[in-house]
C-alpha cells in the first residue's frame, strides 16, 4: 500500500500541497489533489501543509494488530526519536505496554545506528567520489527518483532501520515479525523497497502506536517498568539529534570541515543535491537528512513539543539508565551484511516544445511579461512553471487564480447586466397581454400571430402610448426566439454617443471612462429579439452601422476593427413618418425599406372605443394590485365618461388616468369626479345632448298628434264614417284604427256628421 493517502473529500484544493511538494508529485485531479507514487519521495510535506489534513499516512494499525494476533512472534523496535514522543512514561513502562500489546520483545533502533558505524567509516576511508549519506530514505528516494546521475554517490549502507530489522531476522533465524516503531514517513517506502524489503515487516508511527494503546485502554505511566531487549545502545541515541549521526558514528566533524558537509531541511538539502548534480562541489561526504532539526523534525513527530524540548528529552534519554535484559544470542549474534544498492526510478516528464508553454500562459490571459505576476496561488514558484506543469498533466488550467478572478468579475459582470435587464422588463411590463376585442384590436392581433413564429424584421407603428412595446413583446412570445432574451432599447434616452457603445459594445479604453470591455446589446440578444423603440430619432452614423448589421449580422464594437457575428431578430418601432423621413434626408432610404419589411399600425384608442370598458376594468386591476387597495368597480357615469373622451396619450393615458383615479378615491368605487376635470365636461356635453333630444321630442309631439288626428278623419270621411272601411283605407287594423279613434276622442258615424256639420 502507498504509505501517504489522499481522503478525496476532505481535498478542497487550495494547493498547499503541491506549494510544499519539492519534487512536483502531485497531480491536480478534478476535484481533489493526489500524490504521484513513481515522484514521491515520501518527505511529508503534503501532509503537514494540507489544512483539510486531506493528505494522511496510510494505515498501519490493522496489520500490526494482524501480526500480533497471528501467534507468531513480533518484535518491535523503537525508533531513535521515541523519548521526543513518549515523554509521559519511561522507556520501561513503555517496554511494558508493548509487552501487554503482545510483542515478545522490545529493541531500541539506536542499536540499529551502532551496527551501521563501522561501515561508514569505511566508506568514508575508501570515498573515491563524493559520498551522500543514505541513511534518510527521503534523501535516498530524491536520488533514485529525481536524480539518478547521483545514486553511485550514495552511501552503500542500509539505514539503521534496515540494520537493525536484518540483524534481529538473523537472531531470530527469521522466524519472527519486526515492527520498526518511528516518526519516519518516507521510512514506508524502504520498508517496501525492494533492495531493502523483508528486513522489516511494518513501520509504525509513534501516533499510531499510541492510538493502540489507547483503544487497548493502556496507561503507560501507570505501568511497572520491564526492561528493554538486546545490546543496550550509546552514542545510537544521540544520532536522530541535529548533526547528531556524526558523533554516532564516531566520526571527527571540525564545523570548518569543506570536506565533510551537513545540512538539515529541505531547502538546504536541495540545494546541496542540486549543486553536487551541477558538479558544483565535490566534498568528501555530504550528511543529509530531510527533515528540519533532524530525525526528531519527522512528520510524525509530537508536535506538542518545540524543537528545544524534544532535543532535550533525546539528550536526558541518552544519559540516563535504562533497564535492559541482553540475552545471549544477541551477544553471539554474527555480523550480518548492511550493505545495499539502489535503483533509478526516474520517471522523467514530458518537456514541452517552443511555443507550448506560451500557449498555455495565453489560455490564461498571460500576453507580457507583465501578466505573469508569479503569485503562486496555483502552488508553482511562477507562472512559467506552472504552465510547463500544465503541459506535463500535472496541473489544470483553472488552477490560475489572478486569472479565474478576473474570468468571476467579467462573469459577474455580465450576470449583473442580464439581471438589470431582466429587472427593467419585470418592472415595466411584468406578463402583461394585449387587451382588447374591437375590430381593430383583433386585427392587430392576427398580424402579431402570423409575423411573430417567422424570421422577419417587424416595423411597430403608431401613435405615443398605443401599445407599440406590447406589441413588440408579443411578436417575441410567439417567435421560435422566445425562450432567448428579447432586448429591449429605447433610442431617445440614451446619448447619441453612448448609444453606439450601448449598442455595439466597446473596447477597453476606446474613450473616456471605458475603463474595461463591454458587451453591447446586440450581444446579449444573440439568439433572441432586439426591440429598437423610437427607431426615427438615431442618427444617421447609427443608422449606418445598423444597416451593416442588418446586412452582414455583425457587430463592430466601438473602438474595435474585429466584427462579431450575432443571430438577432430586430423589431423596431415609431411614431415618426418614416416615409417623411425619407423624403425629407433625415432617414436612411436604404433602412427604411430594410425596416418596413413588415408594418404593423397600432391604433389610437380613439379607434378602439369598444374596448375601453374592457381596458377600463383591466386597469383597475392592476391598479388595485398595485396599491393593494379594496375597490370594487368603475361607476358607469365615469365609463361612459371615459367612452366619449378623445384619449389623446392613448392606452398610457388610460392606465395613468385610471391608476391616479384608484389612488383619490375614498370610496370602495371609481367616480367621475375621481377623473381628470376633462372627463366630467365631456360627461356633462353628453348630458346636453340627452337633454336637447328631450326638447325636440316634446316640442314634435303636438305637431304629430294633430297631422294623426286630421289623418284619422279624412279616412273615415272617406269611408262615410265606416271604420272598418277608413281602417281599410289607411291600410292599418281595424282595432288600431279603433285605439286612436279613442286616443283622439272622435267616433265613427258621429264624427262624420259633426265633421260636415262644421264644414
Ligand atoms: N392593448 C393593451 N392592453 C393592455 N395594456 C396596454 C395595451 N396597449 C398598451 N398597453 C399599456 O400601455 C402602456 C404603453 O404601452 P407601450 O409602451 O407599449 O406603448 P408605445 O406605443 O410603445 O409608447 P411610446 O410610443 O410612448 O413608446 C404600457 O404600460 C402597456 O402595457
Redesign the pocket.
Known amino acids: 500500500m502507498y504509505p501517504i493517502v489522499t481522503i478525496t473529500d476532505h481535498c478542497r484544493k487550495c494547493y498547499s500541497c503541491v506549494r510544499s511538494c519539492p519534487v512536483k508529485a502531485i497531480k491536480v485531479e478534478k476535484s481533489y489533489t493526489e500524490i504521484i507514487a513513481e515522484r514521491c519521495i515520501g518527505c511529508g510535506n503534503c501532509m503537514s501543509h494540507c489544512p483539510q489534513h486531506a493528505k494522511v499516512i496510510a494505515d498501519n494499525v490493522a496489520v500490526t494488530n494482524e501480526h500480533l494476533s497471528s501467534g507468531e512472534p513480533v518484535v518491535a523496535v523503537l525508533g531513535c526519536s521515541f523519548p521526543s514522543f513518549f515523554h509521559h512514561c519511561s522507556p520501561g513502562q513503555l517496554s511494558a505496554g508493548l509487552r501487554r500489546l503482545g510483542f515478545v520483545e522490545v529493541h531500541e533502533g539506536a542499536s540499529g545506528v551502532e551496527l551501521i558505524a563501522g561501515e561508514y567509516r569505511d566508506a568514508i576511508d575508501n570515498a573515491k567520489l563524493p559520498l551522500i549519506s543514505s541513511h534518510c530514505p527521503a534523501v535516498v528516494d530524491l536520488v533514485e527518483r529525481h536524480y539518478p546521475q547521483l545514486i553511485e554517490n550514495l552511501v552503500g549502507v542500509v539505514t539503521h532501520m534496515v540494520a537493525m530489522g536484518r540483524f534481529l531476522k538473523q537472531v531470530w533465524e527469521g522466524k519472527a515479525k519486526v515492527i520498526y516503531i518511528s516518526s519516519c514517513i518516507a521510512g514506508k517506502f524502504e520498508v517496501q523497497a525492494e533492495q531493502t524489503k523483508g528486513a522489516v515487516d511494518v513501520l509504525l508511527t509513534y501516533r499510531e502506536l499510541e492510538s493502540i494503546f489507547k483503544e487497548r485502554g493502556i496507561d503507560l505511566a501507570t505501568l511497572e517498568e520491564e526492561p528493554l531487549d538486546g545490546k543496550e545502545p550509546h552514542m545510537g541515541r544521540i544520532f536522530p539529534l541535529s548533526q547528531g549521526s556524526f558523533q554516532a558514528f564516531g566520526i571527527e566533524a571540525d564545523p570548518l570541515d569543506t570536506e565533510v558537509v551537513t545540512a538539515e531541511g529541505e531547502v538546504n538539502v536541495m540545494g546541496i543535491i542540486k549543486d553536487l548534480a551541477a558538479g558544483r562541489i565535490s566534498p568528501k561526504l555530504v550528511d543529509l537528512r530531510f527533515c528540519y532539526d533532524g530525525c526528531i523534525g519527522g512528520p510524525g513527530r509530537n508536535q506538542a513539543l518545540t524543537e528545544f524540548s524534544r532535543r532535550n528529552l533525546v539528550i536526558s534519554h541518552h544519559r540516563k539508565r535504562i533497564p535492559y535484559r541482553t540475552s545471549q544470542a544477541y551477544l553471539d549474534a554474527a555480523p550480518v551484511s548492511l550493505s545495499r544498492t539502489f535503483a533509478d526510478k526516474y520517471a522523467k516528464l514530458p518537456t514541452p516544445k517552443a511555443g507550448d508553454v506560451k500557449k498555455i500562459l495565453h489560455a490564461t490571459n498571460k500576453f507580457t511579461q507583465k501578466d505573469e505576476l508569479n503569485c503562486r496561488a496555483c502552488g508553482y514558484r511562477t507562472c512559467r512553471e506552472y504552465a510547463v506543469a500544465v503541459f506535463q498533466g500535472l496541473a489544470d488550467l483553472e488552477m490560475c487564480l489572478p486569472h479565474n478572478l478576473q474570468q468571476l468579475e467579467e462573469e459577474r459582470g455580465r450576470l449583473i447586466e442580464k439581471y438589470e435587464l431582466a429587472k427593467r422588463e419585470l418592472d415595466?411590463?411584468g406578463d402583461?397581454?394585449?387587451?382588447?376585442s374591437d375590430r381593430n384590436?383583433l386585427e392587430v392581433l392576427d398580424q402579431i400571430k402570423q409575423v411573430g413564429p417567422t424570421p422577419t424584421t417587424v416595423l411597430?407603428r403608431?401613435?405615443?402610448?398605443?401599445?407599440?412595446?406590447?406589441?413588440?413583446?408579443a411578436i417575441h412570445r410567439y417567435s421560435k426566439r422566445n425562450d432567448k432574451p428579447l432586448v429591449t432599447v429605447?433610442c431617445t434616452t440614451i446619448t447619441d454617443s453612448l448609444l453606439e457603445s450601448e449598442l455595439f459594445g466597446h473596447k477597453k479604453g476606446s474613450f473616456t471612462g471605458a475603463i474595461m470591455e463591454k458587451k453591447g446589446l446586440f450581444e446579449a440578444a444573440h439568439g433572441g429579439t432586439i426591440f429598437l423603440?423610437?427607431i426615427g430619432d438615431i442618427t444617421p452614423k447609427l443608422q449606418a452601422e445598423l444597416l451593416r448589421v442588418l446586412d452582414l449580422g455583425e457587430v463592430r464594437p466601438v473602438g474595435g476593427t474585429a466584427a462579431k457575428r450575432v443571430d438577432v431578430r430586430l423589431i423596431a418601432?415609431t411614431?415618426k413618418s418614416l416615409e417623411d423621413g425619407v423624403r425629407e434626408g433625415w432617414f436612411r432610404e436604404d433602412l427604411y425599406y430594410r425596416l418596413n419589411v413588415f408594418s404593423i399600425t397600432?391604433p389610437p384608442l380613439r379607434e378602439r372605443v369598444e374596448?375601453i370598458p374592457q381596458?377600463a376594468h383591466?386597469?383597475l386591476e392592476k391598479a388595485r394590485k398595485k396599491l393593494n387597495k379594496h375597490i370594487d368597480g368603475i361607476e358607469e357615469r365615469a365609463v361612459s365618461a371615459m367612452v366619449k373622451y378623445p384619449w389623446p396619450g392613448?392606452?398610457?393615458e388610460?392606465?395613468n388616468v385610471i391608476e391616479r383615479a384608484a389612488v383619490l378615491t375614498h370610496d370602495e368605487i371609481i367616480k367621475l369626479g375621481n377623473l381628470p376635470l376633462a372627463f366630467a365636461e365631456s360627461y356633462a356635453e353628453e348630458a346636453e345632448d340627452v337633454f336637447d333630444l328631450r326638447s325636440f321630442k316634446k316640442e314634435r309631439e303636438p305637431h304629430v298628434l294633430r297631422v294623426e288626428k286630421k289623418l284619422i278623419q279624412r279616412y273615415l270621411a272617406d269611408a262615410g264614417g265606416n271604420v272598418s272601411k277608413a281602417a281599410q283605407l289607411a291600410n292599418i287594423p281595424r282595432r288600431t284604427f279603433y285605439r286612436l279613434l279613442a286616443k283622439h276622442g272622435l267616433k265613427g258615424r258621429t264624427i262624420r256628421a259633426r265633421e260636415e256639420a262644421e264644414d
Open positions: 415595466r411590463y402583461e397581454f394585449i387587451v382588447g384590436t411597430v403608431g401613435e405615443s402610448g398605443t401599445g407599440k412595446e406590447l406589441a413588440a413583446r429605447n423603440d423610437e418601432a411614431n397600432m374596448s381596458l383591466y386597469f392613448n392606452i398610457r388610460m392606465q
